[in-house]
């Protein structure tokens, strides 16, 4: 009985180290954007007046694994949830289920961040255009 109860309680625990690594590997990708306001060399939307040098030894050491490391996590996190699920029916419900999860927040905040971006890049190169309906089709036409 307890070695079911065990089995049970292993395949339904959360792996927290994962959690830990996904902080970790995001608290890299902020630290990163923000080093791009104050580099001098790599591009960026905005710069700072106070730039350095030395900030993109720091990006560039980060930079060839930043987004491998949070997809490489993210597809361990999908493993260990997959783990859970048996059966073709409750399999596809869950990539259903996790597509719209992962999907529809990115899509309506591309959205918003793109018509705020060009909003912001029109006011900073003196073309005031500040109706955000006209920038987002724009923006969106141009792409």
């Avoid at 996904?22 to 060399?41: C, D, E, K, P, W």
């Avoid at 007046?49 to 597809?75: A, C, D, K, Q």
Wanted: aromatic share 18%; hydrophobic share 50%.
């Amino acid at each position: 009985m307890s070695t079911q109860l065990n089995a049970i309680q292993s395949t339904h625990s959360r792996h927290y180290f994962i959690d830990w690594l996904r902080v970790i590997a995001f608290a890299t990708l902020i630290f990163y954007h923000i080093g791009m306001l104050y580099s001098q060399n790599l591009g960026f939307h905005f710069k700072s007046n106070y730039t350095s040098e030395h900030v993109e030894y720091f990006m560039l050491l980060f930079s060839p694994w930043r987004m491998l490391l949070i997809w490489f996590i993210s597809g361990v996190a999908l493993r260990f949830m997959l783990d859970k699920v048996s059966g073709y029916k409750l399999c596809a419900l869950f990539v259903l289920k996790r597509s719209i999860f992962i999907l529809l927040p990115p899509a309506g905040g591309a959205m918003v961040n793109c018509a705020f971006s060009a909003l912001c890049r029109n006011a900073s190169t003196r073309r005031y255009r500040y109706d955000v309906l006209a920038v987002l089709f724009s923006v969106f036409r141009y792409q």
